[in-house]
Antibody, heavy 118, light 106 residues
Framework: VQLVESGGGLVQPGGSLRLSCAAS????????MSWVRQAPGKGLEWVAN????????YYVDSVKGRFTISRDNVENSLYLQMNSLRAEDTAVYYC????????????WGQGTLVTVSS | SYELTQPPSVSVSPGQTASITCSGD??????ACWYQQKPGQSPVLVIY???KRPSGIPERFSGSNSGNTATLTISGTQAMDEADYYC?????????FGGGTKLTVL
C-alpha cells in the first residue's frame, strides 16, 4: 500500500494549486479518503473527507468555499483543488486512507509542501 | 465545534511509564485513536478504538478511556519513542485532532 502526493509548491496569495494523491497496492474505490495538513512547527489539522463514490464531501470551516476534494476511482487518485490561497494555508498536505467502517487512518502519504507567499 | 485537549509536553525517563491524555466531551463514546509522528515523517497509527494496537506496534503501547478522557500509555519507554503524539476522533463525518503532545525521553 502506498500513497504518493504531488503538486505542492510556491504560490502567491490568491493563487490556486491542485494536489494529487496516487494510490498503489490497493484499489481506492472502497475507501473514504482524507486530506490532512500540518503547518510548519504545528499540529495536524484535518482538511477534507470524501466518501467512496464521491457523493459526500466534508471540509474544515477555514477552507469551505475555497478548496474542493475529489477522486477518480478509475485512475486510483485523490485530488485537492485549492483556490484563493492564503498565507495560513502554508503546510505539508497529506492524503490518508480510512479503513473499512472505521474512524482512523491506517495509511498516510509522505506529504507535499504548499507555500503561500509573495 | 468539538475540541480535543492534550498536554503540550510530557517528559519521561528511559524505562519508565509515560502517560498522555486526551480530553473531549463524551470522548468515551467515540472511537479515539493515537498517532506517533517523528520529525520529518508522516504520522503512524499506534492505537485505534481506544485500546487496540495495529500489527507491528510494540506491546509497550496501550490505550484506555474513561468518560471524557482517552489515555495513551507507553510502558518501559525507550529513546526511540521520543516523538509527537496526536489523538484523533471522528465527529459527524468530520475529523478532529488533538493539539499534540511532545514526548521527551530524558
Amino acid at each position: 500500500v502506498q500513497l504518493v502526493e504531488s503538486g505542492g509548491g510556491l504560490v502567491q496569495p490568491g493563487g490556486s494549486l491542485r494536489l494529487s494523491c496516487a494510490a498503489s497496492g490497493f484499489t481506492l474505490s472502497p475507501y473514504w479518503m482524507s486530506w490532512v495538513r500540518q503547518a510548519p512547527g504545528k499540529g495536524l489539522e484535518w482538511v477534507a473527507n470524501i466518501k467512496q463514490d464521491g457523493s459526500e464531501k466534508y471540509y474544515v470551516d477555514s477552507v469551505k468555499g475555497r478548496f474542493t476534494i475529489s477522486r477518480d476511482n478509475v485512475e486510483n487518485s485523490l485530488y485537492l483543488q485549492m483556490n484563493s490561497l492564503r498565507a495560513e494555508d502554508t503546510a505539508v498536505y497529506y492524503c490518508a486512507r480510512v479503513p473499512f467502517s472505521s474512524s482512523w487512518y491506517d495509511y498516510w502519504g509522505q506529504g507535499t509542501l504548499v507555500t503561500v507567499s509573495s | 465545534s468539538y475540541e480535543l485537549t492534550q498536554p503540550p509536553s510530557v517528559s519521561v525517563s528511559p524505562g519508565q511509564t509515560a502517560s498522555i491524555t486526551c480530553s473531549g466531551d463524551k470522548l468515551g463514546d467515540k472511537d479515539a485513536c493515537w498517532y506517533q509522528q517523528k520529525p520529518g515523517q508522516s504520522p503512524v497509527l499506534v492505537i485505534y478504538q481506544h485500546r487496540k494496537r495495529p500489527s507491528g506496534i510494540p506491546e509497550r503501547f496501550s490505550g484506555s478511556n474513561s468518560g471524557n478522557t482517552a489515555t495513551l500509555t507507553i510502558s518501559g519507554t525507550q529513546a526511540m519513542d521520543e516523538a509527537d503524539y496526536y489523538c484523533q476522533a471522528w465527529v459527524s463525518s468530520t475529523v478532529v485532532f488533538g493539539g499534540g503532545t511532545k514526548l521527551t525521553v530524558l
